[in-house]
């Protein structure tokens, strides 16, 4: 499958996903562990089944996703995605994309070119943001588009472990954005990759 069809793809199952209702499909089991504030923290095992830019015949490994997410965040098995977790119509995602970028920089120019092809009426609305996720270089970019005649405004996360690129997939639509923006730098602030 060409990289465009795999983004589009991954943005409308996140749209239906975080408006759907509870039925998905069987995803990675969590295991419940007990964080230092007493909250329930859940571990998402995947196998992310992904190559390295520089091995397209890597095998398969896993990685872990420890997360404690704020009140009201649903949990939803997918296929495909190591964490997926739903408030409010908003969406949550871990997945391991197949940029196929060296570097950060390479990876979002990427995206920004297939996103501005596949979807309608797409801003991107600040300049890409370097930040630190779990102790790891990351790229921020956020930007609106319009899916199914409803406005969206995603945050997309780009980070490398190992040689492979994962993104963090932070979407609501417009109107509700704002107000679910504490819990989006919460789950930010407390990912760990393991």
């Given at each position: 499958?060409?990289?465009?069809?795999?983004?589009?793809?991954?943005?409308?199952?996140?749209?239906?996903?975080?408006?759907?209702?509870?039925?998905?499909?069987?995803?990675?089991?969590?295991?419940?562990?007990?964080?230092?504030?007493?909250?329930?923290a859940?571990?998402?095992?995947?196998?992310?089944?992904?190559?390295?830019?520089?091995?397209?015949?890597?095998?398969?490994?896993?990685?872990?996703?420890?997360?404690?997410?704020?009140?009201?965040?649903?949990?939803?098995d997918?296929?495909?995605?190591?964490?997926?977790?739903?408030?409010?119509?908003?969406?949550?995602?871990?997945?391991?994309?197949?940029?196929?970028?060296?570097?950060?920089?390479?990876?979002?120019?990427?995206?920004?070119?297939?996103?501005?092809?596949?979807?309608?009426?797409?801003?991107?609305?600040?300049?890409?943001e370097?930040?630190?996720?779990?102790?790891?270089?990351?790229?921020?970019?956020?930007?609106?588009?319009?899916?199914?005649?409803?406005?969206?405004?995603?945050?997309?996360?780009?980070?490398?472990?190992?040689?492979?690129?994962?993104?963090?997939?932070?979407?609501?639509?417009?109107?509700?954005?704002?107000?679910?923006?504490?819990?989006?730098?919460?789950?930010?602030?407390?990912?760990?990759?393991?």
């Amino acid at each position: 499958m060409n990289k465009k069809f795999l983004m589009v793809l991954m943005l409308l199952i996140i749209v239906v996903a975080g408006c759907g209702g509870e039925d998905s499909i069987s995803g990675a089991e969590p295991s419940e562990i007990t964080n230092k504030e007493g909250n329930e923290a859940i571990q998402e095992k995947g196998n992310s089944g992904g190559t390295t830019p520089e091995d397209k015949n890597s095998s398969a490994k896993d990685v872990s996703v420890v997360i404690s997410p704020p009140d009201g965040w649903e949990r939803v098995d997918s296929l495909g995605f190591l964490v997926h977790y739903k408030k409010s119509g908003a969406t949550f995602i871990v997945k391991e994309e197949p940029y196929s970028g060296k570097t950060l920089d390479d990876v979002v120019q990427q995206a920004k070119e297939i996103f501005e092809k596949s979807f309608d009426k797409v801003q991107f609305l600040d300049e890409v943001e370097d930040i630190i996720v779990d102790n790891k270089n990351a790229k921020k970019l956020v930007f609106s588009c319009e899916v199914f005649d409803i406005q969206m405004k995603y945050q997309y996360i780009f980070l490398f472990i190992d040689k492979d690129v994962y993104v963090i997939t932070i979407g609501s639509a417009t109107e509700n954005y704002e107000t679910l923006a504490p819990d989006f730098k919460k789950l930010l602030d407390e990912i760990r990759f393991e």
